[in-house]
């Protein structure tokens, strides 16, 4: 894929991006691949407002991450990292990514499944939660939502989703309504054609 869509900076040993990676790539790339590094913060995206997709496997991201807001993005990959507090990464998660359509968190600690050791009432629990807390979310992992997965998830976390939407009213009734400008070559998943790995190639350990 043409580097002014696609931009891979996967096995630097990278912690950060400097200046001059930003200022080169910024204001081009639309799906950027930072997998294989050891980023644990990503604030430094903060200028890549165009990309739809970003690929963070393999890095040594943490529970209390922090992302800038990036409206755009839709596709988010965080397979084999530590993330191990599902609440506090998937709120920070909402507020960054509020259109996020496709999330894999395949072998983090907070994803329990049979490739971690985790139970399957765990992983059960683990997507419910995650799908009521993520209403444009359509995949988790390696599976499409379903409708019923859905539903079972409000459900099962009506009272967290009751707090939540409180606590969305309150910040909204205190300040003008910002409308966000979406990139125009921000892609459905249907037609994006990101060359993603596939779920094999995810959780081989």
């Known amino acids: 894929m043409d580097e002014s869509i696609r931009v891979s900076l996967a096995f630097h040993d990278l912690t950060e991006l400097d200046k001059d ?6 204001s081009k790339a639309q799906v950027l691949d930072l997998s294989h590094n050891n980023f644990s913060d990503l604030r430094s995206l903060e200028t890549f407002q165009n990309i739809h997709t970003l690929i963070l496997d393999n890095n040594s991201l943490k529970s209390h991450v922090k992302f ?65 807390q993520l209403p444009n979310l359509t995949m988790l992992d390696d599976k499409a939502i379903t409708t019923s997965e859905r539903q079972e998830g409000e459900r099962i976390y009506k009272h967290q989703l009751s707090i939540k939407s409180s606590r969305t009213k309150r910040r909204s009734s205190g300040q003008s309504k910002k409308k966000v400008r979406k990139s125009s070559s921000r892609q459905s998943l249907e037609e994006s054609n990101v060359d993603l790995p596939s779920v094999e190639e995810l959780t081989k350990r």
């Open 68 to 132: 800038p807001s990036l409206p755009n993005i839709t596709i988010l990959w965080v397979n084999r990292n530590r993330i191990a507090n599902l609440t506090v990464f998937i709120e920070t998660v909402d507020k960054a990514f509020p259109d996020l359509q496709y999330l894999s968190m395949i072998n983090n600690p907070a994803a329990p499944s049979f490739f971690n050791g985790g139970s399957y009432e765990q992983y059960l629990d683990y997507r419910h939660y995650v799908i009521s």
């Open 21 to 26: 990676i930003v200022s080169k790539y910024s």
